[in-house]
């Protein structure tokens, strides 16, 4: 229901999740797990470390939100979907008390992993918030490390309009006694997070401040990086199959949340080359993982690229993105959803590129004539068009071989075409 109407489904209230736990045997404390929150990057994070663990060997639980083309993606093990026959299995078993408890989608589906990877008996799982932190569905598992990549502006009609204030809600993650690791450093944000873990005897590690991920080389399908620990080499030439510059943001974070949980986790301490494991999984996200909608081009001649940044400084990180890329002329297919102003988003965009607004085929999806509007008040101009097919359709015919066409601004625009 969220992810249909956005924040009417929204509830601020963990009683419905912790009485669906109990129901099912309190199947999120029978696997050990990473917690993932953060404005951006928590996918492409969870993500990596599924990709990696996947490839030491483990039977790895992977629970993400939201999904692109099948509510499956949600939940998967080792890569592989949760099948159609568990997911109708759960709400069979579970219909009568899930009628009294009316759990929201969220709920009801993030019972569905935890009980999903309880009986598939998983090795570990790497649980991604949805929205927030410490009212977050998820947010009653007892993890090994509590992972935030960074904080920025999303969701502040719920979450707070300060950066402190989304801080202090993704803080909600951190559990007394875990180590967290914070991806980013911020001025603003910094103290909040040094705060509670002090207060919760939470150690505490900033990513960026420990490790560096340095761009040595690229192919068609890879980056391949040299990482540096405290300004030392660490590893040198580690590829990551996935092209987005961005991605140097959240190695930082993956590197350093698998140097805190290898001595945590025992299978992992005993039995596994950590270097082996990183360098395989890293090498092939796309497969282990089953990772996709984040920088990917799903076309050549012209070449289409769409990535699901949706917020503030996603959108930023595109546009910088972009700017490095050769083209002769920017065709960018755009949509954005109702429930959030798009003024910010809309002044990053590129000024020469050429537009194709469109409305992502849900309810929550903003109209493409008043986004149109909106944008030519910022100097954007283009067309608004019925969908975001029709619009993608009107790219590739204006286009030229040596044309790029963008598709983005919402995770629903981008699922429409991948």
Not at 3 to 21: E, H, M, V
Not at 141 to 158: A, E, F, R, W
Not at 265 to 284: D, M, S
Not at 360 to 366: E, K, Q, S, T, Y
């Amino acid at each position: 229901m969220f992810q249909r109407i956005g924040p009417a489904a929204f509830k601020k209230d963990l009683s419905n999740t912790l009485a669906l736990c109990e129901h099912l045997g309190q199947p999120q404390l029978k696997f050990p797990s990473i917690h993932v929150a953060g404005t951006n990057g928590k996918g492409s994070t969870a993500h990596m470390l599924s990709a990696i663990f996947t490839a030491a060997g483990f039977r790895t639980g992977l629970y993400t939100s939201p999904h692109y083309r099948d509510f499956r993606e949600r939940v998967k093990i080792n890569g592989e979907l949760i099948s159609k026959k568990d997911v109708v299995r759960f709400v069979n078993a579970n219909q009568t008390f899930a009628d009294e408890l009316k759990p929201s989608f969220f709920e009801w589906t993030v019972g569905l992993a935890f009980d999903y990877f309880a009986k598939q008996q998983v090795d570990i799982a790497i649980i991604e918030t949805g929205l927030g932190g410490r009212l977050d569905s998820t947010n009653v598992v007892k993890p090994l490390v509590s992972v935030i990549t960074n904080i920025g502006y999303d969701h502040q009609n719920m979450l707070g309009e300060t950066l402190p204030l989304i801080a202090a809600e993704k803080a909600g993650i951190i559990k007394a006694g875990v180590p967290v690791v914070i991806g980013e450093t911020h001025p603003e944000t910094q103290c909040v997070f040094i705060e509670k873990a002090k207060s919760l005897g939470c150690p505490i590690y900033f990513a960026d401040q420990n490790y560096e991920t340095l761009a040595s080389s690229e192919t068609t399908t890879s980056v391949y990086y040299d990482i540096l620990h405290h300004g030392f080499s660490k590893f040198q030439n580690i590829e990551l199959n996935h092209l987005g510059g961005y991605q140097r943001s959240n190695l930082r974070t993956v590197m350093q949340t698998m140097e805190i949980v290898a001595p945590l986790f025992e299978p992992l301490k005993n039995n596994v080359n950590l270097e082996r494991a990183i360098r395989r999984g890293l090498a092939n996200l796309k497969q282990l993982s089953n990772f996709m909608g984040r920088w990917e081009f799903i076309n050549q001649k012209p070449r289409v690229l769409c990535d699901s940044a949706h917020n503030e400084d996603g959108i930023r990180l595109v546009a910088e993105a972009l700017a490095k890329i050769d083209f002769e002329q920017l065709h960018f297919v755009f949509g954005t959803v109702n429930d959030k102003s798009p003024q910010k988003v809309l002044e990053m965009l590129p000024q020469n590129a050429r537009y194709y607004f469109a409305k992502a085929n849900i309810p929550r999806g903003l109209d493409a004539e008043l986004l149109m509007h909106q944008a030519a008040e910022v100097g954007l101009t283009g067309k608004a068009y019925k969908s975001v097919r029709f619009a993608l359709a009107a790219a590739k015919r204006a286009a030229k071989s040596n044309d790029l066409i963008f598709i983005g601004g919402s995770i629903f625009v981008v699922a429409e075409v991948i």
